[in-house]
């Protein structure tokens, strides 16, 4: 795994000389490592990799030491960091110098409007500027009430061609099969059964509902033959 993690920093370090903004390692590398930022304040992590957080706000901790791990560094403390411009007026970060034991504490403001708001904390370590670990948050507007997604969606193919038939399973948080008594809906619109076909291309989103349980959204994406 370090041979691993030292091969991606130099396939790192070589692609950023083209790549203006560096080389962010975050999605690549976050399944193979913990993930770093925890707290109440956040509800789920998002099939995108977002931390989706309530309107009230709170604290969010990262462990550098996980980050250090995934930039393959040796100083957790020689980090820099920038808040990306829509994020600054509600999104405060302890400095460097107020770190103690690797942990970097982000607290964000209560959102007042009716509108979600978005934000980007970019982390760089200062020996190497250009590889980087992103942290997007998403926060939800006043009033937003949360469900919980205990269910799991998963389809047969995550990409097909036109005409394919996609056949989707549902299972609960014990991980029980309870396809039959759920609801598979592209976008609003609930499907008949737990199977999927099309003749136009395109990524389609699909999510499962039984009752009042959700799940996250998947994608499927449909190519010409």
Known sequence: MKKFFALL??????FAVSCEGGFDLSDLLRPYLPDPVVGEAILE????GNYIVGPEGGELNVD???VQQYLEMDLVSQFMFEISEEG???IYISSIEEITNGTLIIDVDANTTDQ???????LRPVENEFLNYT???VQMPAGYVHVEKTLTLKADKSSVKVND????TVTNKSGEDVTS??????NDEALEGNTFQTDKSGSYQFHAAMGEELSKSITVKVTKK
């Open 116 to 122: 979600k708001r978005y934000a980007d904390i970019v």
């Open 45 to 48: 992590v998002d099939e995108d």
């Open 181 to 186: 008594a759920s609801t598979i809906y592209l």
């Open 135 to 137: 942290i997007s948050l």
């Open 9 to 14: 920093a130099v396939v790192a370090s070589i």
């Open 165 to 168: 038939v996609v056949t989707f």
């Open 88 to 90: 600054k007026d509600w």
């Open 64 to 66: 550098l030491s996980v």
